[in-house]
């Protein structure tokens, strides 16, 4: 089973990857950057697994490049502030 296919399991995953880049040093500002690039990846090369996955997907499709910026760092801060919680 993928990580992608559970919406609890990857805001976990995604938790984790974000604690490690923070306790390896990596700013803010890189790992928004890097939230991005992900979010714009998986928008182009990954269908979504779940309910979840298919509003962010419909969202970046019609977002344009500053509001998917936005929806990458909202990302962020749900799994900063949220962890895991479903």
Same mark, same amino acid.
Do not use: C, T
């Given at each position: 089973m /993928?990580?992608l296919?559970?919406?609890? $399991?990857?805001?976990?995953?995604l938790g984790s %990857?974000?604690? &490690?880049? $923070? !306790?390896?040093?990596?700013n803010?500002? *890189?790992i /928004?950057?890097v939230?991005?690039? +992900?979010g714009?990846? #998986?928008?182009k090369? *990954?269908?979504p697994? !779940?309910e979840q996955? %298919?509003v #962010?997907? =419909?969202l970046?499709s019609?977002? =344009? &490049? &500053?509001?998917?910026?936005?929806?990458a !760092? #909202?990302?962020v801060k #749900? +799994?900063? !502030?949220?962890?895991? /919680?479903?």
């Amino acid at each position: 089973m /993928s990580v992608l296919d559970n919406w609890g $399991q990857w805001k976990d995953f995604l938790g984790s %990857r974000l604690d &490690q880049a $923070q !306790n390896e040093g990596m700013n803010n500002s *890189v790992i /928004s950057d890097v939230a991005y690039q +992900v979010g714009d990846y #998986l928008a182009k090369n *990954v269908d979504p697994k !779940n309910e979840q996955e %298919r509003v #962010l997907a =419909d969202l970046w499709s019609v977002a =344009d &490049q &500053q509001e998917q910026h936005a929806i990458a !760092n #909202l990302m962020v801060k #749900l +799994v900063q !502030n949220n962890g895991g /919680s479903n």
